[in-house]
């Protein structure tokens, strides 16, 4: 699984090559490469239909490319090239998690059971696939103490940890999106690829997202998203690709991205501008 | 009142096996959203496993105690009914996964038809007796409870918990109802769905097995169309409860063994399965999705 085609400093995490991908006659996403340093907020960011969850889910397997290369360095210096593996070996071995547009918890489990099933893998090996095992003979009592110690601690990150034993059908709309992340967490990815994590949050929903996001970036894991919510990816990237049409138009520094007359095309329309004060107006207001 | 308490008694037992079976199909039903129609015949095959342990104990080891061979029995039963269930669940469920809704189904009464043609062949179609296991019988006034009803439903007892919590508390448990709700999303975060869902034949085969074994004991006759009407009922008792849920299964499975018991106590034998189904449509009518069943929600 492990390659060494293409050389890499060890902190690009991601590194998309020449990707393309077809479906039929439409060209969704046509010669892209980008890359995602380890430890930074990688943001992608374009107009609706530029093929950011076609990348999306091009790295986490859903789909497999047409064309191009998806290599993922770990920490270890271990290389995958995602594009060859099933998506669950992506979670397993590859360590890239993800969360979807439309919310995907189990929502008849509760808060806590969420977040166990996401380390569902280190717990049956620590019961040794036995009924006994799993009654608590052997070392399965002390990884299920760890288990429920993980979950605890990035519940108490998203500001959870009061619902914990609720149906997590039943909590907020913000508190379910932060629940998918401390899932995904639970999983204990290297990468966490998150499809438009702020969609359809208020303002300070909104905010408190950006503090678990930045928490989850300084404890060493890297972060692609997609979002269209301009304050919440002007505040928190370190880095911003914006795509259109499939391919990449824009690629640096919010402040250089921000500022690129082709991304201030691509988001306004040339001629429109009334609509480009109004976007331009929100893009400084949330980069103060 | 005391023929009335006696039926009760009567019906609690029966109702106890037919639970024992529902299970299996409201898991089944539950996890990957199909009737698996062999299932009756899984039971079929579990009361025959144990007809043929009981032979051999009997012919070879005279004199052993009955709680050994009944736990023999049990145990052979449980191992022979899962290896079953596992291979049809690999063979001839799994390739249909993803495929349109009735070939599963179409698999599943095939399956059901080969098991009960197989049994017929390979053991006869006659009526198997065997003698009675467990003859003690305790008298409480006009009331008579045998030790085998007991034992029936004190297995049963021990079963289900035991069962709600694997269900519930362990995290085998928690990867089937994962799998139940959303099987991508359980697999992205680690689940091995297909192991989940093998597993959870093996289990709904076990416990038919232990039915099945119990209707042997308790009728002390074994034939290959067990697994039919008795089948059928079972799945009532399911639907009845409300499949999907497993307190509805067994639920239904009690309240089905009373209805039969008192039909048949106070009105015509020959009609008690009528009786039986006639409740079922009416439970149909007015509350489609069972006593304990929750209603559909439209996903968005």
């Given at each position: 699984m492990a390659s060494g085609t293409t050389t890499m400093s060890n902190d690009t995490i991601l590194k998309v090559e020449h990707l393309s991908m077809r479906f039929g006659g439409l060209m969704a996403i046509n010669d892209l490469s980008l890359e995602a340093k380890r430890g930074e907020i990688t943001a992608l960011i374009g107009p609706n239909g530029a093929g950011k969850t076609t990348v999306f889910n091009c790295i986490t397997g859903f789909y497999k490319p047409t064309m191009g290369m998806i290599t993922l360095n770990q920490k270890s210096g271990k290389q995958f090239l995602l594009e060859r593996l099933a998506d669950f070996e992506i979670t397993k071995h590859a360590k890239v998690a993800r969360t979807f547009q439309n919310i995907r918890l189990f929502s008849g489990l509760t808060v806590l059971e969420n977040l166990l099933v996401a380390q569902h893998n280190k717990l049956m090996k620590a019961s040794g696939y036995t009924i006994l095992g799993l009654l608590g003979v052997?070392?399965?009592?002390?990884?299920a103490a760890a288990a429920i110690e993980k979950a605890r601690y990035w519940l108490e990150k998203a500001d959870l940890i009061d619902r914990a034993d609720d149906p997590a059908g039943d909590l907020s709309y913000g508190a379910q999106r932060r629940l998918e992340i401390a899932r995904a967490m639970c999983t204990e990815p290297e990468l966490l690829c998150l499809d438009e994590p702020a969609a359809g949050l208020n303002p300070k929903e909104s905010l408190a997202l950006n503090t678990l996001l930045r928490g989850i970036r300084d404890e060493g894991t890297s972060l692609l998203l997609i979002e269209h919510d301009m304050s919440v990816v002007m505040e928190i990237?370190?880095?911003?690709?914006?795509?259109?049409?499939?391919?990449?138009?824009?690629?640096?520094?919010?402040?250089?991205?921000?500022?690129?007359?082709?991304?201030?095309?691509?988001?306004?329309?040339?001629?429109?501008?009334?609509?480009?004060?109004?976007?331009?107006?929100?893009?400084?207001?949330?980069?103060? | 009142m005391e023929y009335f308490i006696q039926q009760l008694l009567n019906g609690?037992?029966?109702?106890?096996?037919?639970?024992?079976?529902?299970?299996?199909?409201?898991?089944?039903?539950?996890?990957?959203?199909?009737?698996?129609?062999?299932?009756?015949?899984?039971?079929?095959?579990g009361g025959f496993a144990a007809l043929i342990v009981f032979l051999i104990l009997t012919s070879f080891f005279?004199?052993?105690?009955?709680?050994?061979?009944?736990?023999?029995?049990?145990?052979?039963?449980?191992?022979?009914?899962?290896?079953?269930?596992?291979?049809?669940e690999r063979v001839a469920y799994r390739p249909l996964r993803g495929s349109f809704r009735l070939a599963p189904l179409i698999t599943a009464i095939g399956m059901s038809i080969a098991l009960s043609n197989f049994i017929q062949v390979t053991q006869g179609p006659r009526n198997k007796p065997v003698?009675?296991?467990?003859?003690?019988?305790?008298?409480?006034?006009?009331?008579?409870?045998?030790?085998k009803q007991l034992v029936i439903v004190i297995v049963t007892a021990v079963l289900l918990a035991v069962f709600w919590y694997i269900v519930h508390r362990t995290p085998l448990g928690r990867a089937q109802r994962a799998t139940e709700q959303d099987r991508k999303m359980a697999a992205l975060l680690g689940v091995d769905v297909d192991r989940t869902i093998s597993i959870t034949f093996v289990m709904g085969a076990a416990l038919a097995a232990v039915a099945g074994t119990m209707y042997l004991m308790y009728y002390g006759v074994a034939s290959f169309t067990d697994g039919f009407t008795p089948g059928v009922k079972a799945f009532t008792a399911a639907v009845l409860g409300g499949i999907g849920s497993l307190p509805g299964a067994v639920l239904g499975g009690l309240l089905i063994g009373l209805i039969e018991?008192?039909?048949?106590?106070?009105?015509?034998?020959?009609?008690?399965?009528?009786?039986?189904?006639?409740?079922?449509?009416?439970?149909?009518?007015?509350?489609?999705?069972?006593?304990?069943g929750r209603p559909e929600v439209e996903k968005v």
């Amino acid at each position: 699984m492990a390659s060494g085609t293409t050389t890499m400093s060890n902190d690009t995490i991601l590194k998309v090559e020449h990707l393309s991908m077809r479906f039929g006659g439409l060209m969704a996403i046509n010669d892209l490469s980008l890359e995602a340093k380890r430890g930074e907020i990688t943001a992608l960011i374009g107009p609706n239909g530029a093929g950011k969850t076609t990348v999306f889910n091009c790295i986490t397997g859903f789909y497999k490319p047409t064309m191009g290369m998806i290599t993922l360095n770990q920490k270890s210096g271990k290389q995958f090239l995602l594009e060859r593996l099933a998506d669950f070996e992506i979670t397993k071995h590859a360590k890239v998690a993800r969360t979807f547009q439309n919310i995907r918890l189990f929502s008849g489990l509760t808060v806590l059971e969420n977040l166990l099933v996401a380390q569902h893998n280190k717990l049956m090996k620590a019961s040794g696939y036995t009924i006994l095992g799993l009654l608590g003979v052997g070392s399965y009592k002390r990884e299920a103490a760890a288990a429920i110690e993980k979950a605890r601690y990035w519940l108490e990150k998203a500001d959870l940890i009061d619902r914990a034993d609720d149906p997590a059908g039943d909590l907020s709309y913000g508190a379910q999106r932060r629940l998918e992340i401390a899932r995904a967490m639970c999983t204990e990815p290297e990468l966490l690829c998150l499809d438009e994590p702020a969609a359809g949050l208020n303002p300070k929903e909104s905010l408190a997202l950006n503090t678990l996001l930045r928490g989850i970036r300084d404890e060493g894991t890297s972060l692609l998203l997609i979002e269209h919510d301009m304050s919440v990816v002007m505040e928190i990237s370190d880095h911003v690709v914006v795509l259109e049409y499939g391919q990449k138009i824009s690629d640096g520094t919010p402040d250089h991205v921000k500022n690129d007359p082709k991304v201030i095309a691509a988001y306004l329309g040339v001629e429109d501008d009334e609509v480009e004060e109004v976007i331009s107006e929100e893009l400084e207001g949330g980069a103060r | 009142m005391e023929y009335f308490i006696q039926q009760l008694l009567n019906g609690l037992t029966l109702g106890s096996i037919y639970g024992l079976v529902a299970i299996g199909y409201t898991m089944v039903y539950g996890i990957i959203g199909m009737i698996n129609f062999a299932h009756g015949d899984i039971f079929m095959l579990g009361g025959f496993a144990a007809l043929i342990v009981f032979l051999i104990l009997t012919s070879f080891f005279a004199g052993i105690p009955v709680a050994l061979a009944l736990l023999l029995m049990l145990i052979i039963a449980m191992l022979v009914t899962s290896l079953w269930n596992w291979t049809i669940e690999r063979v001839a469920y799994r390739p249909l996964r993803g495929s349109f809704r009735l070939a599963p189904l179409i698999t599943a009464i095939g399956m059901s038809i080969a098991l009960s043609n197989f049994i017929q062949v390979t053991q006869g179609p006659r009526n198997k007796p065997v003698p009675p296991l467990i003859n003690d019988v305790y008298h409480f006034g006009d009331i008579t409870f045998s030790l085998k009803q007991l034992v029936i439903v004190i297995v049963t007892a021990v079963l289900l918990a035991v069962f709600w919590y694997i269900v519930h508390r362990t995290p085998l448990g928690r990867a089937q109802r994962a799998t139940e709700q959303d099987r991508k999303m359980a697999a992205l975060l680690g689940v091995d769905v297909d192991r989940t869902i093998s597993i959870t034949f093996v289990m709904g085969a076990a416990l038919a097995a232990v039915a099945g074994t119990m209707y042997l004991m308790y009728y002390g006759v074994a034939s290959f169309t067990d697994g039919f009407t008795p089948g059928v009922k079972a799945f009532t008792a399911a639907v009845l409860g409300g499949i999907g849920s497993l307190p509805g299964a067994v639920l239904g499975g009690l309240l089905i063994g009373l209805i039969e018991s008192l039909w048949s106590a106070y009105f015509s034998i020959a009609y008690k399965d009528v009786a039986t189904f006639a409740i079922l449509a009416f439970v149909l009518i007015f509350k489609p999705t069972g006593i304990l069943g929750r209603p559909e929600v439209e996903k968005v």
